[in-house]
């Protein structure tokens, strides 16, 4: 179960235990909702009922949204061991596509943009950390073991192992998230 590899990541960071985590960890509880009703989307319960379940995330995810300042719509695509460094502030779209062992900082979006043929949403890999305050944004896609720093806007694609940085992010050097993740 996705949830449970999610507590072993946040106890590797954060030491406590698991009832000290779900008590006082404003990402855990935002990703903990997004799990259930994630779970409900995407099961093969009959329409009508699937349905009047997810009507009751609306409310549910609007007190998470107000309490926690993080919006993760349960359409969103987001693999196991996700981890989120600090509340506050994080918006990620509902055709969104995050892959396994993936951290994100505050101030993070992650959304739609572009025109025509290149609207979209990104497709972010496996093992990506992206810093504090970042936007990453458009129908692209980010590889695998990418570092994306803080106040950096990623509107092209990342198709190799790097770092990058800046408004618009460029690679700064080939160092991947290893030490990161």
Same mark, same amino acid.
């Given at each position: 179960?996705?949830? %449970?590899?999610?507590?072993?990541?946040?106890?590797?960071?954060?030491?406590?235990n698991?009832?000290?985590?779900?008590?006082?960890?404003?990402?855990?509880?935002?990703?903990?909702?997004?799990r259930?009703?994630?779970?409900?989307?995407?099961?093969?319960? !009959?329409?009508i009922?699937?349905?009047?379940?997810?009507?009751?995330?609306? !409310?549910?995810?609007?007190?998470?949204?107000?309490?926690?300042?993080?919006?993760?719509?349960?359409s969103?695509?987001?693999?196991? +061991?996700?981890? %989120?460094?600090?509340?506050?502030?994080?918006?990620?779209?509902?055709?969104?596509?995050?892959?396994?062992?993936?951290?994100?900082?505050?101030?993070?979006?992650?959304?739609?943009?572009?025109?025509?043929?290149?609207?979209?949403? !990104?497709?972010?890999?496996?093992?990506?950390? %992206?810093?504090?305050? +970042?936007?990453?944004?458009?129908?692209?896609? %980010?590889?695998?073991?990418?570092?994306?720093?803080?106040?950096?806007l990623?509107v092209? +694609?990342?198709?190799?192992?790097a770092?990058?940085?800046?408004? !618009?992010?460029?690679?700064? @050097?080939?160092? @991947?998230?290893? @030490?990161?993740?």
């Amino acid at each position: 179960m996705k949830y %449970i590899a999610d507590i072993k990541k946040y106890k590797r960071y954060g030491k406590q235990n698991t009832i000290v985590l779900l008590l006082f960890t404003q990402g855990l509880w935002a990703l903990f909702y997004y799990r259930i009703f994630n779970f409900i989307y995407r099961s093969k319960l !009959p329409f009508i009922i699937k349905k009047t379940i997810l009507f009751l995330y609306i !409310p549910i995810q609007k007190i998470i949204e107000i309490i926690t300042g993080i919006s993760i719509p349960y359409s969103a695509t987001i693999g196991k +061991s996700f981890y %989120i460094g600090h509340f506050g502030h994080i918006i990620i779209h509902p055709s969104t596509i995050i892959g396994n062992n993936c951290n994100i900082s505050q101030g993070v979006t992650i959304g739609v943009s572009g025109k025509g043929e290149k609207r979209g949403v !990104p497709k972010i890999g496996n093992n990506v950390y %992206i810093g504090a305050n +970042s936007v990453i944004a458009g129908k692209i896609k %980010i590889v695998d073991n990418v570092v994306i720093g803080a106040c950096s806007l990623v509107v092209d +694609s990342i198709l190799e192992e790097a770092t990058v940085l800046g408004v !618009p992010a460029k690679k700064i @050097n080939n160092n @991947n998230s290893k @030490n990161y993740i």
